[in-house]
């Protein structure tokens, strides 16, 4: 078990795989998706999991080692218990190619059912992602974001998905978002 401490993990690390969490499907009939999948980079790791709606990927600058493992979060800390049994899919065959860049996303002041101001500013970027992609996705996932600009990309093919990424400095966080009559 791998133990990743608040307190002494750094806040763009932990903030990176509370993201990733948050796309972690609930359903015990597909535990494949119950797991984050740890992924070895030049430096440090990648994480993804997903709910089937969507999928989150982080950079992270944490050791740990890769492989798939059943999160435990806390109020404190999340650990990692490595998984039996459970293989998490091929991510990388169905995360879409990153096209050309459509638009930009600031959710720094947007949020749901908080102040009018933040209301407002989530449904204007709501609109603008429509107006870019005409894709409706689920206003929780946005909500969901880190806070901050996120760079929306086209996909091309067949896709309907709509990508987003953000990148600070050498680590990059992504969301891949199905529409909503396909998440359905």
């Known amino acids: 078990m791998i133990e990743i401490q608040k307190s002494t ?4 690390d932990y903030e990176g795989l509370s993201f990733v969490l948050k796309a972690l499907s609930t359903d015990e009939t597909r535990p494949f998706m119950m797991v984050v999948h740890i992924e070895k980079r ?13 999928m989150h990927t982080a950079d992270l600058d944490l050791d740990v080692a890769p492989g798939d ?5 806390t109020k ?5 218990k490595p998984s039996t049994g459970i293989q998490f899919p091929d991510w990388k065959r169905v995360f879409p190619k990153v096209g050309t860049e459509i638009t930009m996303l600031d959710f720094s002041s947007a ?25 409706a996705v689920n206003m929780q996932f946005l ?9 929306v990309y086209g996909v091309g093919g067949t896709s309907r998905a709509v990508l987003l990424k953000r990148t600070e400095g050498e680590l990059e966080r992504s969301a891949v978002l199905m529409p909503m009559e396909m998440a359905a």
């Open 9 to 12: 993990t750094t806040t763009a």
């Open 42 to 54: 030049k430096r440090g790791i990648t994480a993804v999991a997903t709910d089937g709606k969507r």
């Open 69 to 73: 493992y059943v999160p435990l979060i």
């Open 76 to 80: 404190a800390s999340v650990i990692l």
């Open 111 to 135: 949020g749901i059912g908080k102040k009018n101001t933040q209301c407002a500013n989530m449904t204007q970027q709501v609109l603008k992602l429509y107006e870019k992609t005409h894709q």
């Open 143 to 151: 909500d969901d974001l880190s806070k901050g600009p996120w760079t």
